[in-house]
């Protein structure tokens, strides 16, 4: 049985969570409630006219707006943000614990891994769309093809040094750039890694993957990411980190 305890027996971690927010105002009071103790919440709004901001603000996250609309953009901004040595992200619909997070970092923090995302276990029939999921499967495989990585999922749950994610320079600002930080990191020579973490239906609409067309805009952001060839950057931080 998996266990999903957010528990870290080993003592307390920080890190700066970045929570990318688009029209999420009935999710956020949820998710901030769930933000381990000590560390600092960057809601990076994009452009929410739901209040979500004020919400977030209120109930004591930075907010970071980033007027670019993107998943990458609201993602990237956040990293820009964010001050502390390990820097995680989670989707801020509700879908996934920010709790869970320490155990994330302690991996990297212990030097097990690098870059730790999370493996998305539905709770319920309904929590992830069978298109979604779909996509996701597809994506996996070309991952594995152009990588090497046996990866089951790559959801936007994950935790890394902030240092070392800057250093892959992303580029991609729309739904490519989580697939984009895990190809540069294995080109760059990083040890990703996978863990279980529960799935939950989101609270409300879903802005990419709740509809067949989001799905597919996705897919075809993630696989120009998957053409790309690999970067001088990421040849030069694999070097590094092989010294």
């Known amino acids: 049985m ?32 769930r933000v381990p103790e000590g560390w600092r919440a960057l809601v990076v709004d994009n452009g929410s006219t739901d209040g979500s901001a004020d919400i977030a ?22 990293l820009l943000a964010a001050e502390a040595e390990y820097v995680c992200f989670c ?3 509700g879908s996934l614990d920010p709790a869970l997070l320490p155990g994330f970092v302690r991996r990297i923090a212990d030097g097990e891994s690098d870059l730790v995302l999370g493996r998305r276990r539905p709770t319920t029939r309904g929590a992830w769309p069978p298109h979604a999921r779909a996509g996701n499967l597809a994506l996996s495989r070309m991952l594995r093809r152009r990588t090497g990585l046996r990866l089951h999922d790559l959801g936007p749950m994950r935790a890394v040094r902030r240092d070392a994610l800057l250093a892959l320079d992303l580029t991609d600002r729309r739904s490519g750039y989580p697939l984009q930080m895990v190809v540069r990191a294995s080109d760059a020579g990083l040890r990703v890694t996978e863990t279980d973490v529960p799935y939950l239906p989101r609270t409300g609409r879903s802005k990419v993957t709740g509809t067949w067309l989001g799905t597919w805009h996705a897919v075809r952001d993630m696989r120009a990411v998957l053409r790309q060839p690999e970067t001088r950057t990421a040849r030069g931080v694999r070097a590094e980190a092989t010294r």
Request: proline share 11%.
């Open 91 to 93: 989707d801020c619909d």
């Open 57 to 78: 603000r209120s109930l004591g996250a930075t907010v970071v707006h980033e007027p670019r609309r993107g998943f990458g953009s609201a993602c990237h901004a956040g």
């Open 2 to 33: 998996t266990d999903y305890s957010p528990t870290d027996p080993a003592g307390p971690v920080r890190a700066d969570i970045v929570l990318p927010c688009l029209d999420e105002a009935e999710a956020l009071p949820r998710v901030l409630a």
